[in-house]
């Protein structure tokens, strides 16, 4: 009896601490938008007069009215998610607009606070189409027979009408990678 309690105090200790902490989906830590608050304060900390952006629904089409867009959809398009440092917490990426155009920027999570980061090497990524590649999705490399697979999740951006780029975290930051369409 004393040890199947203790394998159950086990194991949900294991799924609290697998779930990425307390930030992940307590509404008084997300803003009007659906981004976290502490990704926000600390993007406004780094960047004077930075803002998370929402992302474009159709990144390749005209933006629509700001009056036929429903706040839920807005919501939606916040930001996006996923593991991108390896570390078990999820992290967000949002467009954030700067004064010198709108980067993308990763707000790598640890306990309580978002460390954030600026992904790409180019402001404005208005147009590009942001998307989240799997731990262990298939990734080939122009000019390459060789089969890669991501190790953690990973932001790939694809410009409109143009060739993929993979983000691949390093420890340090984040390094561009074209892959094969």
């Not at 040890?3 to 799924?15: C, E, N, P, T």
């Not at 180019?122 to 262990?136: C, L």
């Not at 890669?148 to 009408?161: A, E, K, M, S």
Request: hydrophobic content about 45%; proline content about 7%.
């Amino acid at each position: 009896m004393r040890i199947a309690s203790i394998l159950v105090l086990l194991a949900v200790m294991q799924a609290a601490c697998s779930s990425g902490g307390p930030l992940n989906a307590t509404a008084a830590r997300i803003d009007a938008a659906g981004v976290p608050k502490p990704f926000v304060a600390n993007v406004e900390a780094q960047w004077k007069n930075a803002a998370v952006a929402p992302r474009a629904t159709a990144p390749c089409a005209a933006a629509p009215a700001a009056s036929t867009r429903s706040a839920g959809s807005a919501a939606q398009q916040a930001f996006i998610a996923g593991d991108f440092d390896g570390d078990g917490a999820s992290d967000v990426a949002a467009p954030v607009k700067r004064d010198d155009g709108l980067h993308l920027v990763v707000g790598l999570q640890h306990t309580y606070d978002y460390s954030v980061v600026d992904v790409t090497d180019k402001p404005d990524a208005s147009f590009d189409r942001v998307t989240v590649r799997p731990r262990g999705a298939l990734y080939n490399v122009p000019g390459s027979d060789v089969d890669y697979y991501f190790g953690v999740d990973t932001l790939v951006v694809t410009p409109c009408g143009g060739s993929p780029t993979a983000y691949l975290w390093n420890g340090a930051g984040f390094e561009a990678q074209p892959l094969a369409q």
